[in-house]
């Protein structure tokens, strides 16, 4: 996997021409991108999450460690791998990581949605990013269009590259939108 090839993708995830938006239709959620939001507390049958204090991008890395990933740095980046995912966490001094991506790699976008969806509740979890169901919920229904959303305060892009790269996979990149200082990599 050429690591080179990661950073760039998750500073731009895509090419906007590709993407789409998950709401056809505005709405009072909708952003001037054509994003849709989903408010950080929605009335729902099912149960919702406990909110979780904010982590430390420190924090995230060592709680990934102990969650079984082999964890190591590249840049600005912890890179964190479980089997075929691999969990970059942008690192340095915020209340929380700006950037949090899962990267997969293969040609078969299915397969690649699939494992990304396996390792993305647990995640979540270790991280502690809120809300997590609606998280779940959005990537579950997503197939293997490139679309982009945003929940809570989180910008959620998924993005693919299966021609023309050495490197094909897919991406889902979660992005701070409180982050206002170093919010992405040099």
């Given at each position: ?21 998950d709401s056809p239709q ?161």
């Amino acid at each position: 996997m050429s690591t080179a090839l990661l950073i760039g993708t998750t500073a731009c995830s895509g090419s906007d021409d590709k993407k789409t938006s998950d709401s056809p239709q505005p709405s009072s959620g909708e952003t001037s991108a054509g994003s849709t939001t989903e408010p950080a507390s929605q009335p729902s049958d099912k149960p919702s999450d406990p909110v979780l204090a904010d982590l430390t991008a420190t924090q995230v890395v060592a709680g990934l460690a102990k969650g079984g990933y082999k964890c190591g740095a590249d840049g600005t980046y912890a890179i964190c791998t479980s089997g075929t995912v691999a969990v970059w966490v942008l690192t340095g001094a915020h209340p929380r990581p700006p950037v949090v991506s899962l990267h997969a790699t293969g040609k078969n976008l299915t397969a690649i949605r699939d494992e990304v969806g396996k390792q993305l509740p647990k995640v979540l979890e270790i991280a502690h990013i809120n809300p997590r169901t609606p998280f779940t919920d959005w990537f579950g229904n997503l197939g293997t269009v490139e679309r982009s959303t945003t929940i809570g305060d989180w910008q959620i892009d998924w993005s693919t590259e299966t021609t023309d790269t050495e490197d094909p996979g897919a991406h889902l990149t979660l992005v701070d939108k409180t982050c206002k200082v170093n919010c992405q990599a040099e």
